[in-house]
Nanobody, 117 residues
Framework: QMQLVENGGGSVQTGGSLKLSCAVTGRTTCTDRLGWYRQAPGKEREFVAA??????????VYADSMRDRFTISRAHAENILYLQKTIQKAADAAIYYC????????WGRGTQVTNST
């Protein structure tokens, strides 16, 4: 049974930075990619970034609108997925979810990022 727990959400100023984490418990294989998605109120869940599973090789992929302000990374030994977000914009306020195995795989419950004043 796989479990994903996101952390690091909070309030961030316009132009600021935030680093999110996703702790993965359970066995993963190289057939399971790791990813981040987000969902703002009243909008569909959208793809942010993805990379190969822990200890696996392959391409890192970003949504075009996310590429300049988001960085996805892995801590292989700790089974932790990260998302570094920079240059906060109002549209970045959303619940951020991590997943293993793509959209049809396992999901965390999300961590919320809001805009501060």
């Amino acid at each position: 049974q796989m479990q994903l727990v996101e952390n690091g959400g909070g309030s961030v100023q316009t132009g600021g930075s935030l680093k999110l984490s996703c702790a993965v418990t359970g066995r993963t294989t190289c057939t399971d990619r790791l990813g981040w998605y987000r969902q703002a109120p009243g909008k569909e869940r959208e793809f942010v970034a993805a990379l190969p599973g822990f200890w696996c090789s392959g391409a890192t992929v970003y949504a075009d609108s996310m590429r300049d302000r988001f960085t996805i990374s892995r801590a292989h030994a700790e089974n932790i997925l990260y998302l570094q977000k920079t240059i906060q914009k109002a549209a970045d306020a959303a619940i951020y979810y991590c997943d293993v195995g793509g959209p049809s795989g396992c999901w965390g419950r999300g961590t919320q990022v809001t805009n501060s004043t």
